[in-house]
């Protein structure tokens, strides 16, 4: 009997092998390819192999091949070039729908109601559009109201922008507003991004005084009149408790707007983004995952604690620590911020003197708004005394309670030289792992002397470097030609001097665009700036791949085409390796695999190749940029 049921096991043995063998085989195999897998060495390997959600194996053709299945889909790349999953480390996600996709909506639905300033002249002009617009809503007594001034200080502007200017920062002020809004309380855009300030009314201000009076008057930063009283222009902190009212709206309206955004980052490659997210827009993706229609992954950045929490309290922040890194595989907390620890352009706060005009409101803001100088108590012209420096009390509070510093806007040279100053400080006195993965974001200046301290400290940097070179010309009008070829994203020197320098965009640009002027540093124009700061080609995909990936915590399953980690990858159309520089821009994937499956396949390849994937999206980056219906005017939201 023992002989018998020995012989059994072995039979019944020699069945289950094969059975496992098939339940281990690859779902997909891409094969005959130029497979840069973006690990530590840069390994260029011809075929991968993805079972489920993972990458199984990487190789020879010959060697991933072998691991086939029945069932496996085998895709020949006919040479085409693979690439990792690409990680974008500072887009701006929640300003899709206001801006590219929101136009089908009303105002009363994104509770942005416009005031357009093309007609503009006087004050009154103004005045008058806010009394239309109270007419034109049902608005319940009390209730908030944003009203999004159609106008922008962020570049040059045109002929009337001085103008424009001179109503919002001099004439206008609470008690004007109030004279049309004397029922609600109303936030007023500045015609620069909104958590670095608002215009608020009569009512909005008494609110703000009656709850948070006395943070604001030892904080700040508010600006006050010829009466000796707080005017109604507000600038962080101060500002950053209003802001979460202006993120009031419903997730079932802004979800589909969301997805439609999605899908055009997907035909680019884009398969994480790294953002900062009111709480309406994280309801609208988690939304979105829970209908199983989240095709990408977001790391983002809590924006509303900042402003809201007494920091002087002892573990003031712990709670929030022991939530960063948590969430799903498609969207977890990667830190708690101030959003901003300064401005841009001609806010950016910075020690360099300008020397020529960089936008019309440089009056306003001599050296920026640098919120994390005590000295800086607002706009020069008519700022309040302030006793604390609640930015400062945060960073250092982060450090104290374990917080990670991300997803932060830091552009001038002053402010990274203070966020420097303050990380070295919290290492002192809490040891290196106390900013362990801290980021600064936009690298818009960043001084040399500063770049030793940013490789010792291993502090991310996250850089723009489109937007830098096609702003140099303004930077060189601004503060001469040395400054324009050294500063701004210098990405070469920190990463030799041992930075985590990663890509950002900020922009709703092509991300292939942002990897070309890497590698050129050429603007739009052609021009070259800093050329000394170009990086290799392989460099510029570690940024914004293996490298991103660690920014956004996900280091150990993202960012690399490696056997364990996550199947994010893209099949390009074109080798990125050996194409002429300035062409990498017309870059286009022709399939993007998300979590092991297809999401997006270009409708060229789809059609020639007969591959048209059950749940992907068969289109071309340009034929969903047509499907966009952007809002008119400006949305300073972002």
Excluded at 191 to 207: K, S, T
Excluded at 481 to 491: F, G, V, Y
Aim: hydrophobic share 35%.
């Amino acid at each position: 009997m023992r002989k018998t049921a020995t012989l059994l096991a072995l039979m019944l043995a020699a069945i289950a092998v094969p059975a496992i063998l098939r339940a281990q085989a690859p779902d997909t195999i891409l094969h005959n390819g130029k497979v840069l897998t973006v690990d530590n060495a840069f390994t260029i390997a011809q075929a991968v192999a993805i079972t489920g959600n993972k990458i199984s194996l990487t190789g020879t053709n010959e060697a991933v091949l072998a691991t086939a299945g029945a069932n496996t889909q085998k895709i020949d790349l006919k040479g085409r070039t693979v690439v990792p999953g690409l990680v974008d480390t500072h887009r701006h996600m929640y300003g899709a729908a206001e801006g590219a996709y929101g136009g089908k909506l009303n105002d009363h639905e994104l509770r942005r109601y416009p005031v357009d300033w093309s007609a503009v002249r006087t004050k009154e002009d103004v005045l008058n559009q806010v009394r239309g617009v109270m007419a034109k809503y049902p608005f319940k007594k009390g209730e908030w109201i944003y009203l999004n001034n159609r106008v922008s200080f962020m570049g040059m502007g045109n002929d009337q922008s001085p103008t424009y200017a001179k109503i919002l920062y001099d004439e206008l002020n609470a008690d004007e507003l109030h004279k049309v809004t004397p029922d609600n309380p109303v936030l007023m855009s500045l015609g620069i991004p909104d958590f670095n300030g608002f215009l608020l009314n009569r009512v909005a201000l008494d609110w703000v005084m009656k709850n948070h009076g006395q943070f604001v008057k030892e904080n700040g930063r508010f600006w006050i009149g010829t009466n000796g009283q707080p005017d109604g222009h507000l600038e962080p902190p101060a500002s950053r408790i209003v802001l979460p009212f202006t993120y009031d709206r419903k997730a079932e309206i802004l979800a589909p707007l969301y997805e439609k955004n999605m899908n055009e980052h997907l035909s680019m490659g884009m398969t994480t983004i790294s953002t900062r997210m009111p709480r309406d827009t994280l309801a609208a993706y988690q939304l979105l995952e829970k209908q199983g229609k989240l095709n990408w992954r977001i790391g983002y950045g809590d924006i509303e604690t900042f402003g809201n929490t007494d920091v002087s309290k002892p573990g003031a922040l712990k709670a929030m620590a022991a939530k960063v890194g948590t969430g799903t595989d498609k969207i977890w907390l990667t830190g708690v911020g101030p959003t901003a620890i300064d401005g841009v352009t001609s806010r950016a706060c910075t020690d360099q003197k300008r020397t020529g005009t960089y936008t019309p409101i440089d009056g306003w803001f001599p050296v920026g708004q640098c919120h994390t100088d005590i000295e800086y108590r607002g706009s020069p012209k008519r700022s309040a005394p302030i006793t604390k420096n609640y930015y400062r009390d945060w960073v250092m509070a982060s450090g104290r309670d374990g917080v990670r510093f991300g997803n932060t806007h830091v552009a001038g040279d002053r402010a990274q030289g203070n966020m420097l100053n303050f990380m070295e400080a919290i290492q002192k006195q809490y040891g290196p792992e106390a900013t362990k993965n801290w980021g600064l974001d936009h690298c818009d200046m960043v001084n040399p002397k500063d770049f030793a301290r940013i490789g010792r400290m291993k502090v991310f940097m996250s850089c723009y470097v489109l937007l830098s070179v096609n702003e140099s010309s303004d930077i060189e009008r601004a503060y001469g030609t040395q400054i324009a070829n050294t500063m701004p994203s210098p990405l070469n020197s920190m990463v030799k001097a041992g930075g985590r320098v990663v890509l950002e965009s900020d922009s709703a640009s092509y991300i292939w665009d942002d990897i070309r002027a890497a590698v050129t540093r050429k603007d739009r124009a052609g021009k070259v700036w800093a050329p000394q700061e170009k990086v290799d080609r392989p460099t510029a995909l570690r940024m914004i791949t293996q490298w991103a990936a660690e920014y956004v915590l996900k280091g150990d399953t993202l960012g690399s085409i490696e056997k364990g980690k996550t199947a994010d990858l893209l099949v390009l159309d074109q080798d990125y390796m050996t194409m002429p520089e300035d062409d990498i821009v017309k870059i286009q994937p022709m399939i993007t695999i998300f979590d092991g499956k297809p999401v997006f396949v270009n409708s060229g390849y789809a059609n020639e190749n007969n591959y048209k994937p059950a749940g992907a999206v068969i289109s071309t980056y340009e034929d969903l940029k047509k499907t966009r219906v952007p809002r008119a005017g400006v949305s300073t939201g972002g």
